[in-house]
């Protein structure tokens, strides 16, 4: 079992950063590559970014390369997504999952493929 629980969501002007946490807890979590999510309203869940077990490999949605980085802090058992240059379509509920994984290749995970799931944390981005 793997608990998740995202934080760092808030209120940013276009154009400013923020910084969401995953801690994770569970005995296997060294088992589990991860994967960020997000949902705006109305909108269905979709993919954002991948990180392995090692955190040495990820994977981003076209959406966000280039603006958005994943990265883990193992002693931790927490990942990180450094967001910067947020746009208003950025908006979104944020969601962290695992996945046990034993690749350290990570692809564009599916929603229906994640094995658990934190309770989301709201980024909103103000134009």
């Known amino acids: 079992q793997v608990q998740l629980v995202e934080s760092g969501g808030g209120l940013v002007q276009a154009g400013g950063s923020l910084r969401l946490s995953c801690a994770a807890s569970?005995?296997?979590?060294?088992?589990?590559?991860m994967g960020w999510f997000r949902q705006a309203p109305g909108e269905e869940r979709e993919f954002v970014a991948a990180?392995?077990?090692?955190?040495?490999?990820?994977y981003y949605a076209d959406s966000v390369k280039g603006r958005f980085t994943s990265s883990k802090n193992s002693a931790k058992n927490t990942v990180y997504l450094q967001m910067n240059n947020l746009k208003p379509e950025d908006t979104a509920v944020y969601y962290c999952?695992?996945?046990?994984?034993?690749?350290?290749?990570?692809?564009?995970?599916?929603?229906?493929?994640?094995?658990?799931w934190g309770k989301g944390t709201l980024v909103t981005v103000s134009s």
């Open positions: 999952a695992a996945k046990r994984w034993y690749s350290d290749y990570v692809p564009k995970w599916a929603v229906d493929g994640m094995d658990y």
């Open positions: 569970g005995r296997t979590f060294s088992n589990y590559a």
């Open positions: 990180i392995s077990r090692s955190g040495g490999n990820t």
